[in-house]
């Protein structure tokens, strides 16, 4: 149960930070954030980042084998990098309709499920 409350909490960060990382650049786009100052833009940002950290960090404490979770340090920056691209890929294309996957996508992807095969061997 606890990898699946870690793996849930990561995509719920990850969905997070993807918004506070990009997400300035959308509201840009439909001319909402045209004015703001860059602090105000980083403030916008740093408070969707806060609910990315209050995911992120019981995710890392409850799937951390030290804590009782199933999975090693590296297992779990893994995890959290593979999550991390597909989550990307999912906004990116939704929020960005112009930005479309590619072969050379879909290789990377495939090279990442290898990652994952060999970093729990």
Do not use: D
Request: aromatic letters at 16%; glycine letters at 6%; a neutral charge.
């Amino acid at each position: 149960m606890n990898a699946l409350y870690t793996i849930l909490l990561l995509i719920s960060s990850n969905i997070f930070m993807t918004l506070a990382w990009y997400g300035h650049l959308k509201l840009q786009q439909t001319g909402i954030s045209n004015n703001w100052p860059l602090f105000g833009v980083i403030l916008f940002s740093w408070l969707i980042a806060f609910a990315e950290y209050c995911c992120q960090v019981p995710a890392n404490r409850i799937g951390f084998e030290g804590n009782g979770g199933p999975f090693s340090l590296m297992q779990l920056k893994v995890i959290q990098e593979v999550i991390s691209l597909i989550v990307f890929t999912v906004i990116a294309t939704v929020m960005f309709q112009g930005q479309a996957l590619h072969w050379n996508h879909v290789v990377a992807f495939l090279c990442l499920i290898l990652a994952v095969y060999f970093v729990f061997l």
